[in-house]
């Protein structure tokens, strides 16, 4: 999954498209990449690499990744892959650390970067070539390794409202069903048709408690009417 | 009685401001010149008399307090539609639980991300003088109100 939108994602299309349209079909080939990637130092990161091109996937087709140092101004190339054989570096900065992950016939070019380091922070650029569509643009990656990945914003905010309310909805269903089950068993009755629903015998504590909030509130009422049937619907007047 | 209903519904928009309010006043923490609430710091510079805002930081506590406050808001309003709701359907002699039940729990969440702000704030904001800010209070005054509304909504009974 990429944790961030691929760069210039829609213009690119849509100017293909219309270079596909207007023009005589010219040959260009656009490369899609992540804007940013986050890492932790000592984990892993993948740098994820896609491309558009105008011809089919040929064998001869080349992937190149370029490394450019934070601060730096010289990038050197890092992976290689060219007639289905992956080169990896095995002298530089990413000796051993650098894995192949992509396939050319799902236009994937992505690499894995293994134990990242501080030193890892810079731009990564991915450069695909798609005989005889050689011509068009390259994407870059900037890779940004933190102590620890920095949270979005929002994660925790969305986790605890939809958590909190998922709960309560779920109790009151629960409730909902529990006040219900009884009916299975046949100990509900029918009310009379003004009332709404079922009225089920409650547990059997309960008649006791209300029978004695209804007596403490018919001391103070002018008119008491007690009903043997328990439940919710009981007739109090004041 | 009219009165009772009248009063009680007072009593439960009254909640809900207040909610609204310290929800969303930008005085949760003050000190000499500026000001930080659930969403931006504002901090007005003495040397150019501008207000400049920024946005809070996303420290996981500050968030899990704004989640709270819109928790308690969202609580509270589906409160005051399921007494209305409740009004015109439940039978007569029925208690309005689930009114009472909601605005309880509208009451919880305002204390918790009272409380959670409370313990937590230094976390995000580094002023050295500060006092809390009407906001603040305010959402500490909702809570027994809230608890009180609710309270009431479950010991209330439905005449003709």
Known sequence: MAPGAPSSSPSPILAALLFSLVLPPAQAIVVYTDKEVHGAV???VTLYCSFWSSEWVSDDISFTWRY???????????????????????VGTFKERIQWVGDPH?????????NLDYSDNGTFTCDVKNPPDIVGKTSQVTLYVF???PTRYGVVLGAVIGGV?????????LFYLARYLPWRRGNCTRQAPADRGLMCDPPLQTPVLYAMLDHSRS???????????????????? | MLLLLLGIIVLHVAVLVLLFVSTIVSQWIVGNGHSTDLWQNCSLLSSSNILHCYSSSTNEWLQSVQATMILSIIFSVLSLFLFFCQLFTLTKGGRFYITGVFQVLAGLCVMSAASIYTVRHPEWHFAAEYSYGFAYILAWVSFPLALLSGVVYVILRKRE
């Open chain 1, 106 to 114: 799902w236009k994937d070019g992505s690499i894995v970067i293994h």
């Open chain 1, 68 to 90: 450019q140092p934070e601060g730096g101004r010289d990038a050197i190339s890092i992976f290689h892959y060219a007639k289905g054989q992956p080169y990896i570096d095995e």
């Open chain 1, 165 to 173: 309310i998922g709960v309560v909805l779920l109790l009151l269903a």
């Open chain 1, 42 to 44: 000592g984990s892993r």
């Open chain 1, 147 to 149: 102590e620890k990945v």
């Open chain 1, 219 to 238: 001391t103070k009422a002018t008119s008491e009417k007690k009903s043997k049937g328990l439940g919710e619907s009981r007739k109090d007047k004041k």
